[in-house]
């Protein structure tokens, strides 16, 4: 029986609000259905595609839960990163807590990993070229599937040349359907001038050429395979045109304004997870009791990584192109001082906040290896958060994932071995996916 491919498209219009949290209702999902059905029979076997995303710094805090997440809801996912090496890893390592949402512990053959280091442009292509090479091999694959070849004894000529042309029609699907559409990046940490370096890279990805047209120089084809939606992680407290990802993030706009790109941009506050992956706080709550900042009585709407993680993941596969930013705020206002608390109920044992001057903050960054002009600048942050910097909260993370952000209490809860004394051995890094060569 010959096969007879044909593609439909599905919309889930039943997903979470807007992301400006005004709207209920708007579209979040699209997959593309290819549907192999006999000529005389209905079809018997369905396949889901659903274009790759990369998650540049997809083994960090944020990336790894994005990965994560978009891999449990059937996304090809390439992370990458300077440790995501192409072999199979089967270790659940992880700082911290399960990632409930995405089940980060579980294996999935849609999670990849590629070499890319921001500052080595000549791994910046690996992951195009990864998937490239994944799509040839897929369609080899099913070319020498016997069930897709026609059968000469069955089918006359004129349904062969349909069939021919079907199958050259599905193999230009697959390929779109395997293109790299949606980035999310992340800057390399410590690096001050990574700005330059992002713009760059989304030059050089937007540009991309269509495959089979890489000797090409000019002309359509030339710039057909580039990647479509760029969403990049910021901050609450830089400004579009501000300093650092601010200066990205108003590359984005121009570049939107103008119809060259989608893209969103995710301002999160502070995230909750800094006390149990950053060494500096790990070791002063395990160790002394303490932690230190330079905010006095601030405020701050912590927030979880995983809700940022689930905020990302719908601005990089909702149908409509978001062009806006996202200001990811948690759930509730608590200073320093409040964090204290509720460790200290967590941990039954007393837990104390130091206030700091934004010198003494300063040196002691240093101390843990931060060089000098990153550690003046977390200072100066700390400075502004006292200030008021960050006394506000939203309920965007409600409105765009239809669930509530997580209180800091639960984080605490569900990590509190971090902070065990000895007895418990802990090693404090970035959640890390565990995942499936292809
Ligand atoms: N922490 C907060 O409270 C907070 C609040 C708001 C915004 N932010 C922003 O969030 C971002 C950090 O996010 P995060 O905490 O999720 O990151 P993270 O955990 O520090 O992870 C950084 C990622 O970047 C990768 N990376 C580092 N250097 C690289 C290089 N040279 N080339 C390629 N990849 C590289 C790392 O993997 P490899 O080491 O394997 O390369 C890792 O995957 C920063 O831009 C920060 O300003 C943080």
Known sequence: MAANPSVVIDRDTTGPAAPDGTAAGTTTTTTTRITTSTTTAPSTSTTKVKSPILVLGGTGTVGSRIAAQLAASHHPVVIASRSAK???????????EPNKRANSTEKNENLHRVYFDWLDRSTWS?????????TKQQLEKEKSDPRAQPSPYSTTAAEREALAQDSAQREEEQKQAWKIQSVYLIAPPGVMDAAGV?????????????????DSTEGEARDGGGVKRFVLQSASCIEPGGPAMGKVHGYFRELGSRGEIEWAVLRPSWFQQNF???????????DEGKIYSATG???????????IAAVAVQALTMPVAPNTEFLVLGPELLSYDDIASTLSDVLGKKIVHVDLTSGDLERRHRSFG???????????????IKYGMENRTNDLVLSVTGVAPKTFREYAESVKHVWQPSGVETVVKPVEVVWTAA
């Open 126 to 134: 690996n992951p195009f070229n990864y998937i490239s090479s994944l």
């Open 370 to 384: 931060m060089p000098e002009d990153y550690s003046s600048m977390m200072s100066a942050l700390d400075t502004g």
């Open 276 to 286: 149990a992956v950053q060494d500096n706080h790990v070791q002063s709550i395990r």
């Open 198 to 214: 992002m713009m760059d890279f989304v030059d050089f990805a937007r540009r991309l050429p269509a495959p089979g047209f890489e």
């Open 297 to 307: 009585d601030g405020k701050i709407p912590w927030i979880s990584a995983d809700d």
């Open 86 to 96: 192409s072999s199979p890893s089967t270790s659940a390592s992880s700082d911290s």
